[in-house]
Nanobody, 123 residues
Framework: QVQLVESGGGLVQAGGSLRLSCKAS??????????MGWFRQAPGKEREFVAA????????YYADSVKGRFIISRDNAKNTVDLQMNSLKPEDTAVYYC??????????????WGQGTQVTVSP
């Protein structure tokens, strides 16, 4: 069983920055074997892909809406994956979820999810 716990959400003004972090744990969970992803869900909308990073950081994917503003990174020694969010816009407001799996951009390819952390960007 794997547990993912997100932190770092909050309220920020447009143009500001936030850094989200996700800590993975689990007795039999091998963090470095999995692709890690970030997804978000705004009120009344479907969950959407934000960013993903493969096991060694050699392959990174971003949604077009965040490319050039967000940076995903991971530390396999600490079992953490971070999302640095810069130049935030009101449309980035959502609950952000960390996920572990073997896929890339499809939520169906991820088998473990965190509880989510709220990010609110004011105009």
């Amino acid at each position: 069983q794997v547990q993912l716990v997100e932190s770092g959400g909050g309220l920020v003004q447009a143009g500001g920055s936030l850094r989200l972090s996700c800590k993975a744990s689990g007795r039999t969970f091998s963090f470095s074997s999995y692709t890690m992803g970030w997804f978000r869900q705004a009120p009344g909308k479907e969950r959407e892909f934000v960013a993903a990073i493969n096991w060694n950081g050699g392959q990174i994917y971003y949604a077009d809406s965040v490319k050039g503003r967000f940076i995903i990174s991971r530390d396999n020694a600490k079992n953490t994956v971070d999302l640095q969010m810069n130049s935030l816009k009101p449309e980035d407001t959502a609950v952000y979820y960390c996920a572990a799996g073997g896929g890339r951009v499809s939520a169906d390819e991820y088998g473990a999810w965190g509880q989510g952390t709220q990010v609110t960007v004011s105009p």
